[in-house]
């Protein structure tokens, strides 16, 4: 059987379960489209929420970031587990307890106001419109590259999977469709990962892999892979190159911009109790860990594989020839890639072998390929001097080491991040069948997030925009008309945002976790913890917080991302060593403390607030999360 | 209805309780993994320091503990002040 009807049988066959799960699981009740009637088991809403968080940001592209970022990249592994802790703690059991559909419900309950309510529905659309982007460019990408259909016709049926179980289903439909997914991508994450440890390290667990001796060489693999990596004059993988300040930053914005995003806060209106809430947290961070420990393992070895692919006899010996691309069985994963434009081969030096190394002219190399597309030929030529003797300095340097290093002309072999985990089994060599799972898996993830942010969209729509502003005399079956009908519109628009990607897909996760991490986190949780935050400064910290963190994003990386707009790079960012992506932990401190001083300067909350934030604080008395 | 006194100390001892496990959180993620790394330097496992393995996998092992253990006491104290569902 070739590799393409495996693909189509094993994708095939997740779809017909997850179209099984959305015929079973139809919602009859607003309650049910919501919030899944309030009966869902915590190891259940676990591993929903799970699959609900782990996106193809996740999935496809984190251990490729790690891979060829090393040790400053473990923000993620550290931002996107530690947020849970936060949320356990400081948000979803009072918010279970407060017993309603939507975020931006409590906010406005909270801080008894419209206006306070429809700013939360701003943020609220603003980081998950920006995060379904991201699913469905993952989608597209998965779909054209194992099935061999065109990204928009990917696009299509994607989208029309959603559209068959989410507005069937509403979160009941989604929630179970979510268990089914999240074992789909687990398995297809791990299997390949303990297939490449045993290869590497005769150790069958990814995570003990990654710290285990290498079978080669006998010394341990983080060891071999530091060698390596500095002898082609990469930075080191396991030594520390971003500033503290900005490292430290970057955790925590995505810490709290987790435990801020409104489609995983609902998860937890999802479970019958207050102290259900509190473990479902911790189920959900079972199922997360068990694929956020086996990525490290999965980048690193990732880098390994993919550097003694193309240097098989030790990097002093020729590396593989672009002839041997285009003839070797086992390369034919090179060619593939390449047609995706993800990966790019270019025989800079002209002798047929294939140099992967840090020739320290990236920033050169751009500002060529810039010049040649301008096509003025003075800028061309000035481009290529500049290109020329940054490439030759860095040649005569390597070649102290390595002789051969003195004839190369440049790097000739550029991966994007993305293709790690999806190219990883053909890099290794692995079986068709796994090849087919990591295709269903990257699905998964992808749809399973989609569908979680189109919930939140459609209620914030539909509950608490029309039910909560424009039509609050509208009947349950009207509203669960109109949730319906918002959550296909948001697919129609999701679906279209994939086919026209704005062009900054690729900053999403700055604008998304940045807006969380200032807007919402800080107004949950100062409503939860203070009986002293009122109307004016929730909704002036919110403000304050929201215009700060994408005025800074914006300087970065340009006005609504046009790139020529931008004042300043993350390579020289405005204040200090603080990249754009970490700003969102100072808009939060922002928001806290205008908040504060906003709260002081006014009148206290109402006696009947006073006595909600009472009552949110034990969970004594709580029923199934209703309307009213 | 619990009386209000009653809320107040649960809600008191569930402060503590969450202090005490944010500086837990704190100090095996942002303190181990980051800023304390230095410190750990000398402490090698798997081919790199002790640093390295608390960035990429400890913390991770650490909440986990942290929110189940967290979910534990809350019950008790639940019981305690008798605030339960």
Same mark, same amino acid.
């Given at each position: 059987?070739?590799?393409?009807?495996?693909?189509?049988?094993?994708?095939?066959?997740?779809?017909?379960?997850?179209?099984?799960?959305?015929?079973?699981?139809?919602?009859?009740?607003?309650?049910?489209?919501?919030?899944?009637?309030?009966?869902?088991?915590?190891?259940?809403?676990?591993?929903?929420?799970?699959?609900?968080?782990?996106?193809?940001?996740?999935?496809?592209?984190?251990?490729?970031?790690?891979?060829?970022?090393?040790?400053?990249?473990?923000?993620?592994?550290?931002?996107?587990?530690?947020?849970?802790?936060?949320?356990?703690?400081?948000?979803?059991?009072?918010?279970?307890?407060?017993?309603?559909?939507?975020?931006?419900?409590?906010?406005?309950?909270?801080?008894?106001?419209?206006?306070?309510?429809?700013?939360?529905?701003?943020?609220?659309?603003?980081?998950?419109?920006?995060?379904?982007?991201?699913?469905?460019?993952?989608?597209?990408?998965?779909?054209?590259?194992?099935?061999?259909?065109?990204?928009?016709?990917?696009?299509?049926?994607?989208?029309?999977?959603?559209?068959?179980?989410?507005?069937?289903?509403?979160?009941?439909?989604?929630?179970?469709?979510?268990?089914?997914?999240?074992?789909?991508?687990?398995?297809?994450?791990?299997?390949?990962?303990?297939?490449?440890?045993?290869?590497?390290?005769?150790?069958?667990?990814?995570?003990?892999?990654?710290?285990?001796?290498?079978?080669?060489?006998?010394?341990?693999?983080?060891?071999?892979?530091?060698?390596?990596?500095?002898?082609?004059?990469?930075?080191?993988?396991?030594?520390?190159?971003?500033?503290?300040?900005?490292?430290?930053?970057?955790?925590?914005?995505?810490?709290?911009?987790?435990?801020?995003?409104?489609?995983?806060?609902?998860?937890?209106?999802?479970?019958?109790?207050?102290?259900?809430?509190?473990?479902?947290?911790?189920?959900?961070?079972?199922?997360?860990?068990?694929?956020?420990?086996?990525?490290?393992?999965?980048?690193?070895?990732?880098?390994?594989?993919?550097?003694?692919?193309?240097?098989?006899?030790?990097?002093?010996?020729?590396?593989?020839?672009?002839?041997?691309?285009?003839?070797?069985?086992?390369?034919?994963?090179?060619?593939?890639?390449?047609?995706?434009?993800?990966?790019?081969?270019?025989?800079?030096?002209?002798?047929?072998?294939?140099?992967?190394?840090?020739?320290?002219?990236?920033?050169?190399?751009?500002?060529?390929?810039?010049?040649?597309?301008?096509?003025?030929?003075?800028?061309?030529?000035?481009?290529?001097?500049?290109?020329?003797?940054?490439?030759?300095?860095?040649?005569?340097?390597?070649?102290?080491?390595?002789?051969?290093?003195?004839?190369?002309?440049?790097?000739?072999?550029?991966?994007?991040?993305?293709?790690?985990?999806? *190219?990883?089994?053909?890099?290794? =060599?692995? !079986? #068709?069948?796994?090849?087919?799972? @990591? +295709?269903?898996?990257?699905?998964? /993830? &992808?749809?399973?997030?989609?569908?979680?942010?189109?919930?939140?969209?459609?209620?914030?729509?539909?509950?608490?925009?029309?039910?909560?502003?424009?039509?609050?005399?509208?009947?349950?079956?009207?509203?669960?008309?109109?949730?319906?009908?918002?959550?296909?519109?948001?697919?129609?628009? *999701?679906?279209?945002?994939?086919? =026209?990607? !704005? #062009?900054?897909?690729?900053?999403? @996760? +700055?604008?998304?976790?940045?807006? /969380? &991490?200032?807007?919402?986190?800080?107004?949950?949780?100062?409503?939860?913890?203070?009986?002293?935050?009122?109307?004016?400064?929730?909704?002036?910290?919110?403000?304050?917080?929201?215009?700060?963190?994408?005025?800074?994003?914006?300087?970065?990386?340009?006005?609504?991302?046009?790139?020529?707009?931008?004042?300043?790079?993350?390579?020289? !960012?405005?204040?200090?060593?603080?990249?754009?992506?970490?700003?969102?932990?100072?808009? &939060?401190?922002?928001?806290?403390?205008?908040?504060?001083?906003?709260?002081?300067?006014?009148?206290?909350?109402?006696?009947?607030?006073?006595?909600?934030?009472?009552?949110?604080?034990?969970?004594?008395?709580?029923?199934?999360?209703?309307?009213? | 209805?619990?009386?209000?006194?009653?809320?107040?100390?649960?809600?008191?001892?569930?402060?503590?309780?969450?202090?005490?496990?944010?500086?837990?959180?704190?100090?095996?993620?942002?303190?181990?993994?980051?800023?304390?790394?230095?410190?750990?330097?000398?402490?090698?496992?798997?081919?790199?320091?002790?640093?390295?393995?608390?960035?990429?996998?400890?913390?991770?092992?650490?909440?986990?503990?942290?929110?189940?253990?967290?979910?534990?006491?809350?019950?008790?104290?639940?019981?305690?002040?008798?605030?339960?569902?």
């Amino acid at each position: 059987m070739d590799q393409f009807t495996l693909n189509l049988l094993v994708v095939g066959a997740t779809f017909v379960l997850y179209f099984g799960i959305a015929i079973w699981a139809r919602a009859g009740s607003t309650a049910e489209f919501y919030a899944a009637g309030g009966g869902v088991h915590p190891i259940a809403n676990g591993m929903a929420t799970g699959a609900d968080w782990m996106s193809a940001a996740s999935f496809i592209s984190m251990a490729g970031i790690i891979a060829f970022g090393g040790y400053d990249t473990s923000a993620y592994l550290m931002g996107w587990t530690g947020g849970y802790v936060l949320l356990a703690m400081l948000l979803a059991p009072y918010l279970r307890k407060f017993g309603k559909f939507t975020v931006p419900e409590f906010i406005g309950d909270r801080f008894y106001s419209g206006s306070a309510r429809f700013i939360g529905v701003l943020c609220l659309l603003i980081i998950s419109i920006t995060y379904v982007i991201g699913q469905m460019s993952g989608v597209g990408v998965a779909f054209s590259r194992f099935l061999e259909v065109s990204n928009a016709t990917g696009l299509y049926i994607g989208a029309a999977v959603v559209f068959a179980y989410a507005v069937l289903g509403g979160m009941k439909g989604i929630t179970y469709t979510q268990v089914a997914q999240y074992i789909v991508l687990i398995i297809a994450y791990t299997i390949p990962a303990i297939f490449i440890s045993l290869q590497l390290t005769g150790n069958p667990i990814p995570a003990l892999g990654l710290f285990s001796n290498e079978v080669h060489t006998g010394q341990p693999l983080l060891q071999t892979l530091d060698q390596i990596v500095t002898d082609l004059g990469f930075k080191s993988y396991t030594e520390q190159s971003d500033t503290t300040l900005n490292m430290f930053l970057f955790t925590m914005s995505l810490m709290i911009g987790t435990a801020g995003l409104p489609h995983v806060i609902v998860r937890f209106f999802t479970v019958p109790k207050v102290s259900d809430a509190r473990s479902s947290a911790g189920w959900a961070l079972v199922f997360i860990a068990l694929l956020y420990l086996t990525a490290p393992a999965v980048a690193a070895m990732a880098r390994l594989n993919l550097i003694n692919t193309f240097y098989p006899n030790g990097l002093t010996s020729a590396p593989v020839s672009m002839a041997d691309v285009e003839t070797k069985e086992e390369l034919k994963w090179v060619k593939n890639w390449a047609t995706t434009g993800l990966l790019k081969v270019t025989d800079l030096n002209g002798d047929g072998l294939i140099q992967y190394y840090n020739d320290g002219a990236t920033a050169l190399a751009t500002k060529l390929a810039d010049a040649k597309k301008a096509g003025n030929e003075a800028a061309i030529a000035e481009a290529q001097a500049a290109f020329d003797a940054k490439v030759a300095e860095t040649a005569a340097k390597m070649a102290e080491k390595n002789p051969q290093a003195a004839d190369w002309k440049g790097n000739e072999l550029t991966v994007n991040n993305d293709i790690m985990v999806l *190219a990883n089994p053909e890099i290794a =060599n692995l !079986p #068709g069948w796994v090849i087919a799972l @990591v +295709a269903a898996g990257g699905l998964a /993830a &992808a749809l399973s997030t989609a569908a979680g942010l189109l919930m939140a969209i459609s209620s914030a729509v539909s509950h608490d925009l029309i039910k909560g502003q424009l039509n609050p005399g509208i009947s349950e079956k009207g509203e669960l008309l109109a949730a319906r009908i918002s959550m296909a519109v948001a697919i129609a628009v *999701a679906t279209w945002l994939g086919l =026209n990607p !704005p #062009g900054f897909a690729a900053q999403t @996760v +700055a604008l998304a976790f940045g807006v /969380a &991490a200032a807007t919402i986190f800080p107004a949950l949780m100062m409503g939860i913890f203070s009986k002293r935050i009122n109307a004016q400064g929730a909704i002036a910290g919110m403000l304050v917080g929201l215009i700060v963190t994408v005025v800074y994003i914006f300087l970065h990386k340009g006005w609504f991302f046009v790139a020529d707009t931008a004042s300043y790079s993350d390579s020289a !960012p405005m204040i200090l060593s603080i990249k754009s992506t970490s700003f969102g932990a100072v808009g &939060a401190l922002i928001n806290f403390i205008v908040a504060f001083a906003v709260s002081k300067a006014t009148a206290a909350p109402p006696a009947h607030v006073q006595d909600l934030v009472e009552s949110i604080r034990i969970p004594k008395g709580a029923g199934v999360a209703q309307s009213h | 209805m619990a009386d209000k006194s009653s809320s107040n100390a649960y809600w008191a001892a569930n402060i503590r309780t969450i202090m005490i496990y944010l500086v837990v959180w704190f100090v095996c993620s942002f303190g181990f993994g980051i800023l304390l790394r230095p410190m750990l330097a000398g402490i090698k496992i798997g081919g790199t320091d002790l640093g390295f393995w608390f960035a990429q996998q400890g913390s991770i092992l650490v909440f986990l503990v942290l929110i189940f253990a967290y979910a534990a006491r809350m019950n008790k104290l639940d019981r305690q002040y008798g605030v339960e569902e």
